[in-house]
């Protein structure tokens, strides 16, 4: 535990959120609106902090005509609160677009409405949020017999106290063990200012390495801006597969399945998390299988190839030259190892959650999702921990599939705060109780 330091102000926060992406801004909009409701004395005060300069969402990965996977209600509060001013029809109305959306006939946005979406609740939403800030640690104050209090240390060396953090740190990326960042070897989540970087083509070739939607998206629009390269799509399956939306298949991101998972045994939850991988994970669109497909095609007709999918296949190794990128791709059918001379490799190859450990200081000890998540995402911490610590992602082992999606931060911004309250009420009821008893205890974790 640290000692006592004078923080940034004297205020002590009821809550601080690691990060200011969809997940907390969620948060954050149920916090206003539960604080528009209530008395002054209820109200919820939060600090977010934001390594970025400004609000951004996959700015790299927003491709053109590139569609949502999730139905626009999935919105920021539309499932927690239809009558919310926040949700994309009223985001539509103040953009004048309201009926025209309604005249397109569809369910799905392309990821650059969707993103300025995004950006018009950020703008709107009354919350202290500190972009350009990075939060260097989380460490328990010291003060009587548990930890009732969280300092946040920030990277310039000030500090914020709270009685809760809230991490929404979001994803990072998964790179292969091969794989060396560099201008023409890139993640797709950085692809769009990668591409705009990079010199003109020399070898007017490209490889793009996954077999999911953000690899499918990559090499139609590689194809399609780049007419005279030939653009290498390489992928461990046979071909692509398509995404798994039937309606019974959805119901793995209802938000009342994520209670059935979490009480489920972890052998069952496991199972059924796998059995559904299909609806998410290394799968696309069908009509972008389709047209990938008649594209592939009519260059067969045509006898003039540009588009090639290296099924079954791998890149052992790279070696990158001044005027490109060697890639050596290998079949598992035929045992053959292809070298390709490129101007980039852009592996799409998928995300994984952010650590949370390593934010977490000495006084924080044992801070891991292996020690368990309860239903209302908060994690499992020492007995003298009694400030609590909540998850915006990595838990899709405990609460399901939408743990990293956009599905349901409506309603997970809902149950973290609801859970926040329940526990500032209990601990506002003991104190009261400790304050007329100073022999009474409690078990409240």
């Known amino acids: 535990?640290?000692?006592?330091?004078?923080?940034?102000d004297e205020q002590i926060l009821d809550l601080v959120g690691i990060g200011f992406g969809?997940?907390?801004l969620a948060l954050a909009i149920a916090i206003e609106e539960h604080n528009a409701e209530c008395s002054p004395t209820e109200k919820v005060t939060a600090r977010f902090f934001e390594k970025q300069e400004e609000f951004g969402w996959h700015r790299g990965m927003l491709l053109d005509g590139a569609t949502m996977q999730i139905a626009f209600p999935k919105d920021l509060v539309t499932f927690r609160n239809p009558r919310s001013g926040y949700s994309f029809f009223s985001y539509l109305h103040e953009r004048g677009r309201l009926v025209d959306f309604v005249n397109h006939q569809t369910?799905?946005?392309?990821?650059?409405?969707f993103q300025d979406y995004l950006r018009w609740a950020a703008a709107r939403v009354d919350a202290d949020v500190r972009y350009g800030t990075t939060v260097a640690s989380v460490e328990g104050v010291e003060g009587g017999e548990a930890v009732e209090l969280f300092e946040v240390v920030l990277a310039?060396?000030?500090?914020?106290?709270?009685?809760?953090?809230?991490?929404?740190?979001g994803l990072r990326e998964r790179l292969p063990e091969w794989a060396t960042p560099s201008a023409r070897c890139f993640h797709n989540h950085q692809f769009l200012f990668r591409i705009a970087e990079m010199p003109q083509p020399v070898h007017q070739r490209f490889v793009v390495l996954g077999a999911g939607q953000s690899a499918a998206e990559v090499v139609h629009y590689l194809h399609g801006r780049y007419p005279e390269a030939e653009v290498h799509s390489v992928f461990s399956r046979f071909g692509f597969s398509p995404a798994d939306?039937?309606?019974?298949?959805?119901?793995?991101?209802?938000?009342g399945t994520v209670d059935e998972l979490h009480a489920a045994p972890a052998v069952e939850r496991a199972r059924l998390l796998a059995l559904h991988r299909g609806t998410n994970y290394s799968v696309v669109d069908i009509e972008l299988i389709n047209e990938l497909y008649a594209t592939e095609y009519q260059e067969r007709v045509r006898g003039q190839r540009r588009l090639f999918m290296r099924r079954a296949s791998e890149i052992r190794a790279t070696s990158e030259t001044p005027d490109g990128i060697e890639v050596h791709?290998?079949?598992?059918?035929?045992?053959?190892?292809?070298?390709?001379?490129?101007?980039?490799?852009?592996l799409a190859t998928g995300f994984e959650p952010t650590p949370i450990g390593a934010v977490f200081g000495a006084s924080v000890p044992g801070v891991s999702i292996e020690r368990g998540v309860g239903r209302d995402y908060r994690l499992a911490l020492d007995p003298d921990v009694r400030a609590g610590v909540y998850l915006q992602g990595g838990t899709e082992k405990t609460h399901g599939l939408t743990a990293s999606l956009l599905s349901n931060v409506a309603i997970r911004a809902g149950e973290i705060l609801n859970s926040i309250l329940a526990h500032r009420d209990i601990r506002g009821g003991l104190a009261r109780l400790n304050e007329d008893?100073?022999?009474a205890t409690s078990e409240v974790r």
């Open 22 to 24: 969809p997940s907390n």
């Open 107 to 113: 369910f799905f946005p392309t990821r650059v409405e």
């Open 1 to 8: 535990m640290t000692d006592s330091r004078r923080a940034d």
């Open 156 to 169: 310039d060396g000030t500090t914020v106290r709270a009685r809760n953090v809230v991490v929404g740190a």
């Open 245 to 255: 939306d039937s309606p019974y298949a959805n119901r793995i991101f209802d938000p």
């Open 329 to 346: 791709v290998h079949s598992a059918l035929d045992g053959l190892t292809d070298t390709l001379m490129c101007d980039a490799l852009v």
């Open 437 to 439: 008893n100073p022999y």
